[in-house]
């Protein structure tokens, strides 16, 4: 029995007093968050923007198996949000309706949830009405049974079966009403809104993702912010395993959602402690940028430049260098040679076909 299927649902209960603690010193550490960006310059202030909604785009659909193009997604949501960073890439619609999704629900966080806008995230994320070769229901709730299964064909292992179909109407209207509603603390709101809404399943897929919006809607909600300077999906991501099992542990046990509520609080916790590590890399890096602002580099550099200071796999080389620019390789060794005369780069120890090069300042 799933706990949508029990009598009191959705009347979740659980421990105040446990929950009022973690709580408590959850909100001490947004608002040091908070106050601390808005303390530093514009400049850095929306670049921790960018990386951040960058992330929480790319990981919460890496929680669902998907892996999208990192520099796309950032380029996307500069693009959108007017920055200056924005579109030098290629426009793709799949990846911009995964932005278009999250922004709407942090860059307007104070907008009422409808119907109609969950229906327009959902057909967002899915513009051309399929996922992978899967065709997938957009425009509507889901018309038949959805299941979260694992495993390989004929060995399936079924962690959660969401209700009827014919039930999906009626609990979104009693659940949207809640959000709407409800009085209850914001972040607390968050939490409670992702398992609620996951456990109804909705829709034919995206699910995760939608639900994840939906808390970083109330979170921006309880910040009274639109900026974002951590990523949930992030952490979730890194703890991804915990994450399916409380979900699964929780839509299997009674209406007491305390252990739901405890992790899901301690893993936004985490997320908030490090995005105080990612704060202290942009910084680096804008003293990094701020060190070359006499230095004259071509937009080839400036592309393997930035890759660099973000956490680029394996080493460079002069093969790396061309297939990322699409250029020739003599062309990629003249870059690397300009760059190693400015004292930015260095070659590796390694030598012949093994010949690399770093940064000769890492962050």
Same mark, same amino acid.
């Given at each position: 029995m799933y706990?949508?299927? *029990?009598?009191?649902? +959705?009347?979740? /209960?659980w421990d105040a007093d446990l929950i009022e603690k973690i709580l408590s010193d959850l909100r001490y550490e947004q608002g040091c968050l908070i106050g601390g960006m808005e303390s530093i310059g514009f400049q850095l202030r929306e670049e921790a923007i960018l990386q951040t909604l960058t992330q929480e785009v790319v990981k919460s659909s890496e929680i669902e198996g998907e892996l999208l193009d990192q520099t796309l997604v950032r380029s996307s949501v500069a693009r959108q949000l007017g920055m200056e960073y924005a579109a030098v890439h290629k426009i793709d619609r799949n990846i911009d309706g995964v932005v278009e999704m999250m922004l709407d629900a942090t860059q307007h966080f104070d907008e009422p949830l409808t119907k109609k806008r969950l229906i327009q995230?959902? =057909?967002?994320?899915?513009?051309?009405?399929?996922? =992978?070769?899967?065709?997938?229901?957009?425009?509507?709730?889901?018309?038949? +049974?959805?299941?979260?299964? !694992?495993?390989?064909?004929?060995?399936?292992?079924?962690?959660?079966?969401? +209700?009827?179909?014919?039930?999906?109407?009626?609990?979104?209207?009693?659940f949207i009403n809640w959000v709407n509603k409800s009085k209850l603390d914001l972040v607390l709101k968050a939490a409670v809104g992702h398992l609620w809404f996951v456990t109804i399943h909705p829709f034919d897929d995206g699910n995760g993702r939608i639900?994840?919006?939906?808390?970083?809607? *109330?979170?921006?909600? !309880?910040?009274?912010?639109?900026?974002?300077?951590?990523?949930?999906?992030?952490?979730?991501?890194?703890?991804?395993?915990d994450y399916y099992s409380i979900l699964?542990? @929780?839509?299997?046990?009674?209406?007491? /959602? @305390?252990?739901?509520?405890?992790?899901?609080?301690?893993?936004?916790k985490r997320a908030i402690e490090h995005s105080k590590i990612s704060l202290e890399l942009i910084l680096k890096? %804008?003293?990094?940028?701020? !060190?070359?602002?006499?230095?004259?580099?071509?937009?080839?550099?400036?592309?393997? /430049? %930035?890759?660099?200071?973000?956490?680029?796999?394996?080493?460079? %080389?002069?093969?790396k260098w061309a297939k990322i620019n699409r250029c020739s390789q003599d062309t990629a060794y003249r870059d690397i040679?300009?760059?190693?005369?400015?004292?930015? *780069?260095?070659?590796?120890? !390694?030598?012949?076909?093994?010949t690399s090069y770093s940064l000769k300042i890492p962050l």
């Open positions: 706990i949508y299927q *029990l009598k009191d649902w +959705p009347n979740f /209960i995230w959902h =057909s967002s994320l899915f513009p051309m009405g399929r996922k =992978s070769f899967s065709k997938v229901q957009v425009g509507q709730w889901r018309t038949g +049974p959805v299941e979260v299964i !694992s495993g390989h064909r004929g060995k399936e292992k079924i962690h959660f079966e969401g +209700p009827q179909a014919d039930q999906v109407t009626r609990e979104m209207k009693v639900a994840r919006a939906i808390a970083d809607m *109330l979170l921006a909600r !309880s910040e009274k912010v639109s900026s974002r300077f951590y990523s949930l999906s992030a952490q979730i991501q890194a703890e991804r395993k699964e542990k @929780t839509q299997k046990g009674n209406l007491d /959602i @305390t252990d739901w509520l405890k992790w899901f609080l301690e893993c936004l890096k %804008t003293k990094f940028w701020e !060190s070359l602002k006499d230095v004259k580099l071509n937009e080839r550099q400036r592309k393997v /430049i %930035t890759l660099l200071l973000d956490h680029f796999e394996g080493n460079l %080389t002069s093969t040679l300009d760059l190693m005369d400015k004292k930015i *780069l260095i070659r590796n120890s !390694s030598s012949g076909r093994s």
